[in-house]
């Protein structure tokens, strides 16, 4: 029989953050501090939203795009929050999950050979998602000493001919790294000059500590060439409902419908309705959810500044990047030696791109309860390390 399979897919690697979660849901008494999703329940009017949507029968498909009332929502929210203005109508596309829309965007957008600028660490999935649709990834190593910024030379350095893609994902997953209207700015000029187009990812905007989130789609001359994309599940707590958006110029709108309404047909209904009441009502518990984290972020600085574990400070999302070069190993190394010996999962800084070796990503979207407690045992570990040296 010939080969089932696509060459293209069995060459893509899986997912590097699963492997140690896998092994501690059959591990008692470990503590996981891998899993990039709130430990807060969805508001309780949200999901009673989506309850009375299920009560009143309305389980039917939506338009491919998504609500209405949704998108109307959205172009309020962005707007409000990030001073841009799109037309429900034409320019925003519901997803399911931000992951979707960039899925979905790159397919519209790249020709085989195309290459997109993926500055690294960053999540997972854009270097795949560039490889199904295609394209051509070029990877940014961005550095400790920059705070994981992306600057105006490292994006001029990348840039070839064949460049038509720039992903920014700030604030950044596993980093923390945000980049402010200062930064922003010195990558405009270059963008438009060289002509190349933006996907910046933006489901962490909710979750900056230092001033408002600045999105680029925002400075003059790049909303016509920017696919921002957002979604629920950090900011609100949704993560199971699945719910994402992209908006963008209408010509790649469109483009994507027409990919998502082959694929997918639309969002789930229930989550379309709950996410109409998060936007409307949401506001305050975005709020509290956020300062909850920030104690978080505070503590875990606070204590690893106390076991002697060099970490810059994150501005935004919920991960530290702590370096441990100093111990001599891997990350990989380091994250099993920790989980077998003191039973505490972190994702290797490899999971995020080649970069990543010699950090560390530790999400705080835990109770302060299982943090103290895991960095107990980091520091126990730590400790034993230090004695053998």
């Keep these: 029989m010939r080969e ?35 430990d807060f329940d969805t508001p309780w009017h949200v999901r009673q ?38 037309d429900a109508a034409k320019e925003t596309l519901v997803t399911v999950g931000g992951s979707e829309a960039i ?20 999540y997972v999935s854009y270097l795949p998602c560039t490889v199904l649709a295609d394209g051509v990834p070029v990877i940014i190593e961005l550095k400790e000493e920059n705070a994981f910024k992306l600057t105006r030379q490292q994006l001029l350095d990348a840039i070839t001919p064949r460049t038509k893609v720039l992903i920014l994902p700030f604030p950044n997953n ?17 963008i438009i000059e060289k002509d190349i187009f933006v996907i910046s990812d933006e489901i962490y905007s909710e979750l900056s500590y230092h001033g408002d989130h600045v999105t680029i789609a925002s400075f003059p001359g790049m909303k016509e060439r920017t696919l921002l994309i957002n979604g629920f599940s950090k900011a609100y707590a949704m993560t199971g409902w699945r719910l994402g958006y992209a908006c963008g110029p209408e010509v790649l709108i469109s483009q994507m419908t027409k990919i998502h309404q082959y694929a997918i047909m639309c969002a789930p209904t229930t989550s379309q309705y709950a996410a109409v009441e998060a936007m409307r009502n949401g506001d305050k518990d975005v709020a509290s959810m956020r300062e909850a984290y920030n104690q ?16 810059f400070e994150p501005h935004g999302a919920f991960y530290c990047f702590p370096n441990i070069s100093r111990f001599g190993m891997t990350s990989e190394e380091f994250a099993t030696r920790l989980l077998q010996e003191e039973k505490v999962a972190v994702v ?15 999400s705080y979207a835990y109770s302060l309860e299982n943090l103290k407690e895991a960095l107990e045992r980091l520091e126990r570990f730590i400790a034993r390390l230090d004695e053998k040296k």
């Design 4 to 38: 089932i399979l696509s060459d293209k897919v069995r060459g893509l690697a899986p997912s590097g953050i699963r492997k140690f979660f896998d092994i501690v849901s059959e591990m008692p008494d470990a503590i996981s501090l891998g899993v990039g999703e709130p």
């Design 49 to 86: 939203e989506g309850i009375e949507s299920l009560e009143r029968g309305r389980t039917f498909y939506t338009s491919n795009s998504g609500l209405m009332p949704l998108r109307e929502e959205i172009c309020r929210y962005l707007e409000r929050r990030c001073q841009v203005q799109y």
């Design 103 to 122: 899925d979905v965007g790159l397919r519209a957008m790249l020709n085989p050979g195309d290459e997109v600028l993926i500055p690294q660490p960053s």
């Design 174 to 190: 596993p980093t923390g790294a945000i980049m402010g209207r200062a930064e922003l700015a010195e990558l405009v000029d270059a």
């Design 296 to 311: 978080r972020r505070r503590f875990l600085l606070k204590r690893f500044e106390e076991m002697g574990l060099p970490c």
């Design 348 to 362: 290797p800084g490899t999971a995020f791109g080649d970069c990543g070796e010699g950090f560390l990503r530790i």
